[in-house]
T-cell receptor, first 113, second 114 residues
């Protein structure tokens, strides 16, 4: 079955702009979570959505937001971009049940200049 | 917040050698996951562990979920060049009304010398 699909793969934005990233989870998976990966901080949890509701949130400022649609596709948005937002943004998809594992997409590389 | 200590940070080994890396946590997790990430790609799941004491193999890879639920190790036997990459442990817990996000270790960078 198809994996987790993220778009775009690469993008460059200017400080102060906003960006929207998209994620399509594995078919049948209703949980989507987002992570930020940087060389300094490693992989950090942003938020998780299940059935269009945010279930959990990491320790990031309000400039980072997300949403999930009825088909389980998810978007995350970062407003008022800062240089430090340059990172690989990863989307992960999880099936239902505590025993289901978490699969990642290839990520969206964001560079803020 | 929860933290994972992953060691070693990097490993320089010869092809054919066995590799061992581990993670310890200050908190209990319900699931331990091990991922491998190649440059420019997302993490790829290697092994998932769901029960304390569980020992699971996937080809040349073996991982165990510690009895205390605060640690896990990953072993790779007879390393080959394609094993090069960064290996991450991740713990997954449940609290409140839903699943917590994954907490990741800082990664073990595996380098295989010819």
């Amino acid at each position: 079955k198809a994996g987790v699909t993220q778009t775009p793969r690469y993008l460059i934005k200017t400080r102060g702009q906003q960006v929207t990233l998209s994620c399509s989870p594995i078919s049948g998976h209703r949980s989507v979570s987002w992570y930020q990966q940087t060389p300094g901080q490693g992989l950090q949890f942003l938020f998780e959505y299940f059935s269009e509701t945010q279930r959990n949130k990491g320790n990031f400022p309000g400039r980072f937001s997300g949403r999930q649609f009825s088909n389980s596709r998810s978007e995350m948005n970062v407003s008022t971009l800062e240089l430090g937002d340059s990172a690989l943004y990863l989307c992960a998809s999880t099936g239902q049940g505590a025993g289901n594992t978490i699969y990642f997409g290839e990520g969206s590389w964001l560079t803020v200049v | 917040g929860q933290q994972l200590n992953q060691s070693p940070q990097s490993m320089f080994i010869q092809e054919g050698e066995d590799v061992s890396m581990n993670c310890t946590s200050s908190s209990i997790f319900n699931t331990w996951l091990w991922y491998k990430q190649d440059p420019g790609e997302g993490p790829v799941l290697l092994i998932a562990l769901y029960k304390a004491g569980e020992l699971t193999s996937n080809g040349r890879l073996t991982a165990q979920f510690g009895i205390t639920r605060k640690d896990s190790f990953l072993n790779i036997s007879a390393s080959i060049p394609s094993d090069v990459g960064i290996y991450f442990c991740a713990g997954h817990g449940y609290s409140g009304g839903g699943a917590d996000g994954l907490t990741f270790g800082k990664g073990t960078h595996l380098i295989i010398q010819p």
